[in-house]
Protein backbone atom coordinates (compact mmCIF):
# COMPACT_ATOMS: atom_id res chain seq x y z
CA UNK A 1 0.00 0.00 0.00
CA UNK A 2 3.07 2.56 0.57
CA UNK A 3 4.20 1.83 -2.40
CA UNK A 4 1.55 3.10 -3.86
CA UNK A 5 1.76 6.05 -2.61
CA UNK A 6 5.91 6.21 -2.60
CA UNK A 7 5.80 7.12 -6.46
CA UNK A 8 9.23 5.46 -6.26
CA UNK A 9 10.32 8.74 -4.98
CA UNK A 10 8.83 11.27 -6.70
CA UNK A 11 6.34 11.37 -4.30
CA UNK A 12 6.88 15.35 -3.52
CA UNK A 13 6.34 16.24 -6.80
CA UNK A 14 3.42 13.95 -7.91
CA UNK A 15 1.15 14.47 -5.10
CA UNK A 16 2.01 18.06 -4.94
CA UNK A 17 1.10 18.46 -8.17
CA UNK A 18 -2.29 16.86 -7.53
CA UNK A 19 -2.69 19.14 -4.41
CA UNK A 20 -1.95 21.91 -6.95
CA UNK A 21 -4.80 20.78 -8.79
CA UNK A 22 -7.34 20.36 -6.04
CA UNK A 23 -6.74 23.18 -4.59
CA UNK A 24 -7.19 25.64 -7.69
CA UNK A 25 -9.85 23.36 -8.52
CA UNK A 26 -11.61 23.79 -5.09
CA UNK A 27 -10.93 27.33 -5.29
CA UNK A 28 -12.60 28.31 -8.32
CA UNK A 29 -15.84 26.10 -6.74
CA UNK A 30 -15.80 28.60 -4.14
CA UNK A 31 -15.52 31.18 -6.14
CA UNK A 32 -18.58 30.62 -7.87
CA UNK A 33 -20.43 30.41 -5.25
CA UNK A 34 -19.80 33.93 -3.85
CA UNK A 35 -20.24 35.55 -6.82
CA UNK A 36 -23.75 33.85 -7.28
CA UNK A 37 -24.30 35.07 -3.58
CA UNK A 38 -22.92 38.68 -4.76
CA UNK A 39 -25.08 38.38 -7.58
CA UNK A 40 -28.48 37.25 -5.92
CA UNK A 41 -27.88 39.42 -3.30
CA UNK A 42 -27.76 42.52 -6.11
CA UNK A 43 -31.17 41.43 -7.60
CA UNK A 44 -32.81 41.27 -4.44
CA UNK A 45 -31.57 44.81 -2.99
CA UNK A 46 -32.93 46.32 -6.50
CA UNK A 47 -36.60 44.77 -6.04
CA UNK A 48 -36.75 46.10 -2.53
CA UNK A 49 -35.79 49.90 -3.86
CA UNK A 50 -37.72 49.42 -6.80
CA UNK A 51 -40.74 48.04 -4.97
CA UNK A 52 -40.40 50.27 -1.70
CA UNK B 1 -36.86 29.82 -39.76
CA UNK B 2 -33.82 27.60 -39.82
CA UNK B 3 -33.64 25.54 -36.59
CA UNK B 4 -29.62 26.92 -35.66
CA UNK B 5 -30.71 30.34 -36.49
CA UNK B 6 -33.77 29.90 -33.84
CA UNK B 7 -31.17 28.46 -31.55
CA UNK B 8 -28.60 31.00 -32.01
CA UNK B 9 -31.40 33.68 -31.28
CA UNK B 10 -32.55 31.54 -28.26
CA UNK B 11 -29.43 31.25 -26.63
CA UNK B 12 -28.34 34.62 -27.22
CA UNK B 13 -31.38 35.79 -24.86
CA UNK B 14 -30.22 36.29 -21.19
CA UNK B 15 -33.17 35.11 -19.95
CA UNK B 16 -33.14 31.35 -21.95
CA UNK B 17 -29.66 31.28 -21.99
CA UNK B 18 -29.71 31.62 -17.82
CA UNK B 19 -32.64 29.16 -17.78
CA UNK B 20 -31.63 26.77 -20.37
CA UNK B 21 -27.92 26.27 -18.55
CA UNK B 22 -29.29 25.98 -15.51
CA UNK B 23 -30.25 22.28 -16.47
CA UNK B 24 -26.60 21.51 -17.43
CA UNK B 25 -25.15 22.17 -14.21
CA UNK B 26 -26.22 19.33 -12.32
CA UNK B 27 -25.16 16.70 -15.07
CA UNK B 28 -21.58 18.76 -15.93
CA UNK B 29 -20.57 18.72 -12.63
CA UNK B 30 -21.50 15.03 -11.77
CA UNK B 31 -19.51 14.31 -15.23
CA UNK B 32 -16.76 16.25 -14.24
CA UNK B 33 -16.53 14.52 -10.61
CA UNK B 34 -16.85 11.24 -11.64
CA UNK B 35 -14.36 11.40 -14.42
CA UNK B 36 -11.53 13.35 -12.03
CA UNK B 37 -11.88 10.85 -9.80
CA UNK B 38 -11.52 7.41 -12.16
CA UNK B 39 -8.80 9.37 -14.29
CA UNK B 40 -6.76 9.76 -11.70
CA UNK B 41 -6.91 6.75 -9.75
CA UNK B 42 -6.36 5.06 -13.38
CA UNK B 43 -3.43 7.28 -13.76
CA UNK B 44 -1.59 7.30 -10.34
CA UNK B 45 -2.19 3.71 -9.48
CA UNK B 46 -2.58 1.04 -12.70
CA UNK B 47 -1.11 2.80 -15.53
CA UNK B 48 2.23 1.16 -16.08
CA UNK B 49 5.66 3.00 -15.25
CA UNK B 50 7.13 5.47 -18.16
CA UNK B 51 10.72 3.53 -19.11
CA UNK B 52 12.73 7.01 -19.01
CA UNK B 53 10.79 9.20 -16.18
CA UNK B 54 9.24 6.38 -13.75
CA UNK B 55 6.52 7.35 -11.51
CA UNK B 56 7.71 11.44 -12.08
CA UNK B 57 5.67 10.97 -15.39
CA UNK B 58 2.18 10.84 -13.55
CA UNK B 59 2.40 14.29 -12.86
CA UNK B 60 1.08 14.31 -17.06
CA UNK B 61 -2.21 13.43 -15.73
CA UNK B 62 -3.06 16.81 -14.63
CA UNK B 63 -0.87 18.91 -16.42
CA UNK B 64 -1.32 17.90 -19.68
CA UNK B 65 -4.92 18.30 -19.39
CA UNK B 66 -4.99 21.67 -17.83
CA UNK B 67 -2.33 23.00 -20.32
CA UNK B 68 -4.96 22.06 -23.20
CA UNK B 69 -7.92 23.39 -21.11
CA UNK B 70 -5.65 26.90 -21.13
CA UNK B 71 -5.34 26.65 -24.43
CA UNK B 72 -9.16 25.70 -25.55
CA UNK B 73 -10.51 28.40 -22.96
CA UNK B 74 -8.55 31.39 -24.48
CA UNK B 75 -9.83 29.68 -27.95
CA UNK B 76 -13.24 30.20 -26.24
CA UNK B 77 -13.06 33.35 -24.66
CA UNK B 78 -11.46 34.50 -28.05
CA UNK B 79 -14.69 33.81 -30.11
CA UNK B 80 -16.96 35.12 -27.32
CA UNK B 81 -14.89 37.95 -27.33
CA UNK B 82 -15.35 38.46 -31.05
CA UNK B 83 -18.81 37.83 -30.65
CA UNK B 84 -18.95 40.37 -28.40
CA UNK B 85 -17.30 42.90 -30.08
CA UNK B 86 -18.83 42.58 -33.09
CA UNK B 87 -22.80 41.86 -32.29
CA UNK B 88 -22.53 43.26 -28.74
CA UNK B 89 -24.46 40.42 -27.63
CA UNK B 90 -24.72 40.56 -23.69
CA UNK B 91 -24.67 36.33 -23.19
CA UNK B 92 -20.96 36.65 -25.42
CA UNK B 93 -20.09 39.07 -23.29
CA UNK B 94 -21.23 36.47 -20.14
CA UNK B 95 -19.07 33.69 -21.49
CA UNK B 96 -16.28 35.95 -22.19
CA UNK B 97 -15.84 37.03 -19.04
CA UNK B 98 -17.17 34.00 -17.10
CA UNK B 99 -13.92 32.49 -18.85
CA UNK B 100 -11.72 33.88 -17.85
CA UNK B 101 -10.98 33.18 -14.22
CA UNK B 102 -11.17 29.48 -15.26
CA UNK B 103 -8.73 30.10 -17.90
CA UNK B 104 -6.58 31.51 -15.29
CA UNK B 105 -6.91 28.50 -12.83
CA UNK B 106 -5.92 26.14 -15.14
CA UNK B 107 -2.84 28.23 -16.47
CA UNK B 108 -1.49 28.39 -12.84
CA UNK B 109 -2.33 25.00 -12.55
CA UNK B 110 -0.01 24.19 -15.48
CA UNK B 111 2.47 26.70 -14.67
CA UNK B 112 2.70 24.86 -11.21
CA UNK B 113 2.84 21.20 -12.22
CA UNK B 114 4.91 22.06 -14.95
CA UNK B 115 7.63 23.06 -12.60
CA UNK B 116 7.02 20.26 -10.11
CA UNK B 117 7.87 18.06 -13.10
CA UNK B 118 10.71 19.81 -14.15
CA UNK B 119 12.35 19.82 -11.44
CA UNK B 120 13.53 16.41 -11.15
CA UNK B 121 12.86 15.80 -15.16
CA UNK B 122 15.02 18.55 -16.04
CA UNK B 123 17.15 19.77 -12.85
CA UNK B 124 15.30 23.15 -12.76
CA UNK B 125 12.18 23.95 -11.76
CA UNK B 126 11.97 26.86 -14.73
CA UNK B 127 13.52 27.94 -17.60
CA UNK B 128 12.63 30.85 -19.69
CA UNK B 129 12.10 28.61 -22.86
CA UNK B 130 9.68 29.82 -25.18
CA UNK B 131 6.90 26.92 -24.16
CA UNK B 132 7.01 28.30 -20.46
CA UNK B 133 7.58 32.11 -21.36
CA UNK B 134 4.76 31.97 -23.61
CA UNK B 135 2.26 29.96 -21.21
CA UNK B 136 3.16 32.65 -18.45
CA UNK B 137 1.94 35.40 -20.90
CA UNK B 138 -1.14 33.48 -21.20
CA UNK B 139 -1.74 33.77 -17.36
CA UNK B 140 -0.67 37.36 -17.95
CA UNK B 141 -3.38 37.74 -20.63
CA UNK B 142 -6.63 36.31 -18.78
CA UNK B 143 -5.38 38.54 -16.20
CA UNK B 144 -4.80 41.42 -17.77
CA UNK B 145 -8.63 41.04 -19.56
CA UNK B 146 -10.10 40.68 -16.10
CA UNK B 147 -8.17 43.21 -14.48
CA UNK B 148 -9.56 45.53 -17.66
CA UNK B 149 -13.03 44.78 -16.72
CA UNK B 150 -12.79 45.46 -13.15
CA UNK B 151 -11.40 48.78 -14.13
CA UNK B 152 -14.57 49.67 -15.86
CA UNK B 153 -17.51 47.64 -14.18
CA UNK B 154 -19.45 50.85 -13.28
CA UNK B 155 -20.01 50.53 -16.80
CA UNK B 156 -20.46 46.51 -17.51
CA UNK B 157 -21.37 47.54 -21.27
CA UNK B 158 -18.22 49.73 -22.18
CA UNK B 159 -15.59 46.99 -19.64
CA UNK B 160 -16.87 44.05 -22.20
CA UNK B 161 -16.05 46.12 -25.19
CA UNK B 162 -12.49 47.22 -24.15
CA UNK B 163 -12.30 43.63 -22.97
CA UNK B 164 -13.50 41.97 -25.77
CA UNK B 165 -10.51 43.97 -27.61
CA UNK B 166 -8.03 42.88 -25.29
CA UNK B 167 -8.66 39.41 -25.86
CA UNK B 168 -8.71 39.40 -29.53
CA UNK B 169 -5.51 40.35 -29.47
CA UNK B 170 -4.25 37.82 -26.75
CA UNK B 171 -5.68 35.06 -29.33
CA UNK B 172 -2.32 35.48 -31.15
CA UNK B 173 -0.68 33.90 -28.27
CA UNK B 174 -2.32 30.75 -28.93
CA UNK B 175 -0.13 29.31 -31.74
CA UNK B 176 2.61 30.52 -30.06
CA UNK B 177 2.27 28.43 -27.83
CA UNK B 178 1.26 25.37 -29.48
CA UNK B 179 4.13 25.62 -31.96
CA UNK B 180 6.70 27.06 -29.52
CA UNK B 181 8.30 23.88 -29.08
CA UNK B 182 8.89 23.19 -32.89
CA UNK B 183 9.51 26.79 -33.59
CA UNK B 184 12.39 27.12 -31.24
CA UNK B 185 14.83 24.49 -29.29
CA UNK B 186 13.38 24.35 -26.21
CA UNK B 187 13.70 21.75 -22.90
CA UNK B 188 10.20 20.67 -22.57
CA UNK B 189 8.90 17.85 -24.60
CA UNK B 190 7.05 17.83 -27.82
CA UNK B 191 3.79 17.01 -27.78
CA UNK B 192 2.67 13.88 -25.62
CA UNK B 193 -0.72 13.28 -28.04
CA UNK B 194 -0.13 13.09 -31.62
CA UNK B 195 -3.07 11.88 -34.01
CA UNK B 196 -0.18 11.01 -36.57
CA UNK B 197 3.07 10.36 -36.76
CA UNK B 198 5.32 8.53 -34.39
CA UNK B 199 5.86 10.61 -31.36
CA UNK B 200 4.10 10.82 -28.19
CA UNK B 201 1.98 8.01 -26.17
CA UNK B 202 0.78 5.19 -27.63
CA UNK B 203 0.17 2.89 -24.92
CA UNK B 204 -3.30 3.13 -24.28
CA UNK B 205 -3.41 2.08 -20.56
CA UNK B 206 -1.33 5.50 -20.47
CA UNK B 207 -3.07 7.37 -22.81
CA UNK B 208 -7.01 6.08 -21.84
CA UNK B 209 -6.73 8.26 -17.89
CA UNK B 210 -4.74 11.21 -19.91
CA UNK B 211 -7.88 11.58 -22.55
CA UNK B 212 -10.49 10.53 -19.62
CA UNK B 213 -8.80 13.70 -17.61
CA UNK B 214 -9.19 15.52 -20.92
CA UNK B 215 -13.16 14.91 -21.16
CA UNK B 216 -13.26 16.02 -17.19
CA UNK B 217 -11.51 19.75 -17.36
CA UNK B 218 -13.80 19.54 -20.27
CA UNK B 219 -17.01 19.37 -18.35
CA UNK B 220 -15.59 20.95 -15.24
CA UNK B 221 -15.02 24.28 -18.03
CA UNK B 222 -18.75 24.00 -18.94
CA UNK B 223 -20.03 23.81 -15.81
CA UNK B 224 -18.26 26.53 -14.20
CA UNK B 225 -18.32 28.54 -17.01
CA UNK B 226 -22.09 28.19 -17.00
CA UNK B 227 -22.35 28.99 -13.27
CA UNK B 228 -20.36 32.35 -13.84
CA UNK B 229 -22.28 33.12 -16.84
CA UNK B 230 -25.68 32.31 -14.99
CA UNK B 231 -24.09 35.04 -12.37
CA UNK B 232 -23.08 37.72 -14.72
CA UNK B 233 -25.98 37.81 -16.29
CA UNK B 234 -28.07 38.13 -13.16
CA UNK B 235 -25.69 40.72 -12.02
CA UNK B 236 -25.39 42.91 -15.24
CA UNK B 237 -29.48 42.51 -15.45
CA UNK B 238 -30.37 42.77 -11.80
CA UNK B 239 -32.69 45.69 -12.41
CA UNK B 240 -34.50 43.65 -15.52
CA UNK B 241 -38.01 41.57 -14.36
CA UNK B 242 -36.53 38.60 -15.69
CA UNK B 243 -33.89 38.46 -13.15
CA UNK B 244 -36.04 39.06 -10.36
CA UNK B 245 -38.43 36.29 -11.70
CA UNK B 246 -35.86 33.69 -11.74
CA UNK B 247 -35.12 34.72 -8.07
CA UNK B 248 -38.57 33.93 -7.18
CA UNK B 249 -39.31 37.66 -7.13
CA UNK B 250 -42.90 38.73 -7.84
CA UNK B 251 -43.44 42.39 -8.84
CA UNK B 252 -46.01 43.82 -6.84
CA UNK B 253 -48.34 44.31 -10.33
CA UNK B 254 -48.14 41.01 -10.78
CA UNK B 255 -48.50 39.54 -7.06
CA UNK B 256 -51.71 42.10 -7.21
CA UNK B 257 -53.44 40.29 -10.15
CA UNK B 258 -52.77 37.30 -8.42
CA UNK B 259 -54.90 38.22 -5.44
CA UNK B 260 -57.43 39.57 -8.09
CA UNK B 261 -57.82 36.36 -9.77
CA UNK B 262 -57.86 34.07 -6.37
Known amino acids: MVEWFDMGGYEYFVWGSMLCFFVVMLADGLSLRSKKKQAERLVFSRFRRKNK | MNKLVKLYHTLGSPPSFYRIAGYFLTPLLLLALGLTAYGLVDGLFF ?32 IAAIMAFVWRM ?80 GLVNLPIIHYSVEWWSSIHQKSSVKLTGSTGIKDWDMLRPLLVMAFATKFYYGYSMLHRARSYLLHTESQKQWAQAALGLDTPKKQNKEQSNG
Open chain 2, 47 to 78: APIDYQQKDAYRIIFVHVPSAWMSMFIYAMMG
Open chain 2, 90 to 169: KVAEAVMMASAPIGAAFTVITLVTGMLWGKPMWGTYWDWDARMTSELILLFLYIGVMAMYAAFDDDPRKAARLTALVAII
